[in-house]
Every structure is written in C-alpha cells, then in structure tokens.
C-alpha cells in the first residue's frame, strides 16, 4: 500500500511525515522545503504477530508494511505549472491513497501561506488543481475518443461516458462522487483514466495539543472538514502532528506513558493505519511456523487461491486447499494439531473468502 501525504505549505504535512516515518524529511516554515518527494516504509502495528510468532519461536516475524511519500506542497495554478505543481501531480497519479494534511489550528509563529485558518479552503484549493488536471485528461480523451464515435457503439458509449464525467468536475465535483449506473462502464473508466480526484482521500485534521484529548470535538475546523468529508466518501482522522513527532522519538514502554498522560488510547500513526484500511478495504491474514510469522494484506472479498497468491503465484496457480483457523483459536489451543483435534480448523476450497486474523497454511501442487 502506497499513501501520498499532501497538503497546502505549512500545514504540518512534512511534520507528520517525520513523526510517521522517523526520516527526518527536512521541515522548516516556507514553502516548498520539500522539494522532491521522500519515500518512508512504515511497518503495520499487528499484536497478532507477535504473539503468534513467540507461540511458534518463529526466526523471522514480518509485519504489513505500508509506504508514505511526502509530496511537495501545492500552491493555486499548480495545473499549469505553477510552483513544483508538475512534479506534485505526476508523483500524485503514483500512489493508493491520499493523506490530506489539513491545518485546524491557530499558531501566529507559523505563517499560513493565505494569510489565515480556513481548511475548507485549502481543501478546496488542492481539489480544484487536480480538478483541472483530471479534465485535462478527459479531453485528450474525448478529442481521440471523437474520431470513431461515429462508426463505432463502444466508442459512442465511452465518449458519453467521458462527457458526462467531464461536465461532473466542470461543475467542481470530485471523479469518486461521480455516479455511474453501468457496473462494467466504472470498471473500465477507473481503471483506464487513473483521474487524481477518483483516489481515495483521507483528511488529516492536525490540530493543537489542546484538542487532541476529546478528539477534535470543539473545534469548528474539524466539525468542517469532517462535514466535507462525509460528503466525498472520504475518511478522516484528528492529530496533533507535533504530539506525533515526540511521541516517534520514544520507545514502546515511554510511548504508552504518554499517550495515557495525554488521555489518548492511540496514536496517529494507529489511526491513520486503520482510516486507510478501512477505506482501501483492506485486511491481513497470517501465516505462522518456526521459520516465519507474516502478515499479508489482502482486499475485502479476497478468495483463498487469490490469497494464496501474494505469497507466489505457484500457490495460486496450483491451489488445493487451504487449512484455516481464527489466530484466537490458534492461540488459545497452543498448535495447529491441538486446534485440529478441536474441530477449529476448516479446510477451505476455492470459493471460500479469506476473513481478517485468519492464519491459513496452503496446499498445492505444481
């Protein structure tokens, strides 16, 4: 999973990269200090992990990961080359998801690049250069598309299809509220277009250290980014990205004294690894022994030989079954024969839906 950080100048983006990704991206109060984009691998906090791999004294123990790209900051015009827009649009189009680094707090040491505190706006004003972007894209697309219309059905209901997607950003809409009612046509047009305002979106509402401990509740700016986001089918999460960068700098044992000093049950980082899941539709299953514990990260819906292939292909291609079990049940029982023995082990054949915390151990033969 890749995620993009983005965000006006000044908004605590490249701060929030660091206190994620403990890179050290250089932060510093004007725009643009981060020129080129800075690649951070965060590993996916999982305590089924851990415990499975002490069950089975397992050598190795490897976690999901995800990966984080500060992206330079955005001024108006970005669309036309404005700023570094170009190299900000083009790193964008690479990512899963994006994490819109919003300001909702007050800080007169911290200029703001329009001079005040409207994250609606700012919002806004990201949205509206990929906006420009993307219809760009569209009509390079309706213009190639035009030439065969005519003579061609497919190419007649694609051009539609493009129209209509282009007079619903004209009218300042993202592509992921557009609603198409052919279930094949979306398919296609998600697919083919890659459109930067069809990426998923979750706002990070960064605020004081004040309003972290009741998650943002009374302040307005996170009431309005919270409205607009639930307007968009985007996900958002409160953080103090400042908090985070302390918190990033101690260990386990320091960092659950704080975070309990602060009134808070988790971090940011944990937060924002659950926003992204759940609006990717992600979940892992496990696979444990003593050579390797592991988490993999699997859509929604995902059917075991499918699974079996993130592991290796030859596990896809030469699936027979699988050997399922709930890691509580793993746990509890102390070895796969002991939950075998219990009945809580499934063999699973080609249909079944892999089931987040499922550790499974695949049969097959090439």
Known sequence: MKLGIVG????????????????????????????????????????????LGDMYHSKKVTPAVIEFVDIAGLVKGASKGEGLGNQFLSNIREVDAIVHVVRCFEDTNVVHVDGNIDPIRDIETINLELIFSDIEILERR???????????????????????????????????TFDNSDDDDEIIWRKSYNLLTDKPVIFAANVSDEDLADDGANNGHVAAVKEFAAKNHSEVFVICAQIEQEISE?????????????????????????????????????????????????????????????????FERGFIRAEVVNYKDLLEQGSLSAAREKGLVGLEGKEYVVKDGDVILFRFNV
Request: glycine share 8%; hydrophobic share 40%.
């Open 8 to 51: 006006l100048p000044n908004v605590g983006k490249s701060t929030l990269f660091n206190s994620l990704t403990k890179a050290g991206a250089e932060s510093a109060n004007y725009p643009f200090c981060t020129i080129d984009p800075n690649v951070g691998i965060v590993t996916v906090p999982d305590e089924r992990l851990q415990l």
């Open 142 to 176: 309706i213009a190639k598309t035009s030439k065969g219309a005519r003579m061609d059905k497919t190419l007649a209901k694609e051009l539609a299809l493009l129209e209509a997607l282009k007079a619903h950003l004209e009218a300042g809409n993202l592509a992921i």
């Open 250 to 314: 101690l260990d386990d044992d320091e960092k659950a004294m704080f975070l309990e000093d602060l009134g808070l049950k988790e971090s940011g980082l944990d937060k924002l690894i659950k926003a992204s899941y759940h609006l990717l539709g992600l979940i892992s299953y496990l696979t444990a022994g003593e050579d390797e514990t592991r988490a993999w990260t699997i859509n929604v819906g995902t059917k075991a030989p499918q699974a079996a292939g993130k592991i290796h292909t030859d």
